[in-house]
């Protein structure tokens, strides 16, 4: 079963857009949320990453926004610009179990010029 | 300092074939991590270690085998190949000071 459930599995923008996926999760016992960005043939790298004790989160142009209750939480990806074009994956972890990372599916976003 | 590198980068199998995955760190992380990436699935844990002669499963261990003889190296075994196996896989250590998983450039495993 798929414990983190990451939408829209892709996203075409303008330029200037905000792109914003959203991810669901399942396990309570999740305490870490990071996001990754993954270039076509390269590894994951990781973007930005939230604590549940934080609402929201900003580096630079991306923004993590934290729904503890709700169970979700989402990135945006202010003024986008084309070289954000990428596959962006949600995952969690519980740093007591080994911070072993539960992965979404994935997000091909397209920034076009 | 190269991070986690991985050997090979590409690698074709027939069924039934064995084969081995190096995933090497020179960053002294305690924690490494194999998973296989397929589409639509995101990436999956196959098995972890955390530490030097552990290991221990993950998501999908079956048809899979680990070794951490060495801090530095953690390998990942297919003693008999399957197409269903056919995947990207990827090795992964974590630095617990920064709390992030540091990702290497990946394997591209296809079993005929």
Known sequence: QQQVKQSPQSLIVQKGGIPIINCAYENTAFDYFPWYQQFPGKGPALLIAIRPDVSEKKEGRFTISFNKSAKQFSLHIMDSQPGDSATYFCAASEEAAGNKLTFGGGTRVLVKP | ?112
């Open chain 2, 1 to 112: 300092n190269a991070g986690v590198t991985q050997t090979p980068k590409f690698r074709v199998l027939k069924t039934g074939q064995s084969m081995t995955l190096l995933c090497a760190q020179d960053m002294n992380h305690e924690y490494m991590y194999w998973y296989r990436q397929d589409p639509g699935m995101g990436l999956r844990l196959i098995h972890y270690s955390v530490g030097e002669g552990t290991t221990a499963k993950g998501e999908v261990p079956d048809g899979y085998n680990v070794s951490r003889l060495k801090k530095q190296n953690f390998l990942l075994g297919l003693e008999s190949a399957a197409p269903s196996q056919t995947s990207v896989y990827f090795c992964a250590s974590w630095d617990r000071d920064v709390y992030e998983q540091y990702f290497g450039p990946g394997t591209r495993l296809t079993v005929t």
